[in-house]
Nanobody, 118 residues
Framework: QVQLVESGGGLVQPGGSLRLSCAAS????????MSWYRQAPGKERELVAT???????NYGDSVNGRFTGSRDNAKNTVYLQMNSLKPEDTAVYYC????????????WGQGTQVTVSS
């Protein structure tokens, strides 16, 4: 059974930082790309960052230069370092493991709340 468990969310002031973690189990982690999404109230889910199997990354325009994704295959964990946080970064953040090697498969975590407010 595949499980993705996010942690590290919370309340932070504007300009502050948080680091989210997503621990995966039940899959061969190194074979999966990992993506972070977020969803704010009343808005559609937005792709924030992707960390590919080789470690390369891709970011959404709204977070590029402020957020950094990384992965530790030995720990089956992906991270999202979020700096210079803004109130508009407030959302539930989800991680997704996905692969399209033969057939597309994806798995989602339950999400972690990030609130940026003074």
């Amino acid at each position: 059974q595949v499980q993705l468990v996010e942690s590290g969310g919370g309340l932070v002031q504007p300009g502050g930082s948080l680091r989210l973690s997503c621990a995966a189990s039940g899959l061969t982690f190194r074979n999966y790309a990992m993506s972070w999404y977020r969803q704010a109230p009343g808005k559609e889910r937005e792709l924030v960052a992707t960390i590919f199997t080789g470690g390369s990354t891709n970011y959404g325009d709204s977070v590029n230069g402020r957020f950094t994704g990384s992965r530790d295959n030995a720990k089956n964990t992906v991270y999202l370092q979020m700096n210079s946080l803004k109130p508009e970064d407030t959302a539930v953040y989800y991680c997704k493991a996905w692969t399209s090697d033969s057939v597309y498969r994806d798995y989602w975590g339950q999400g972690t709340q990030v609130t940026v407010s003074s």
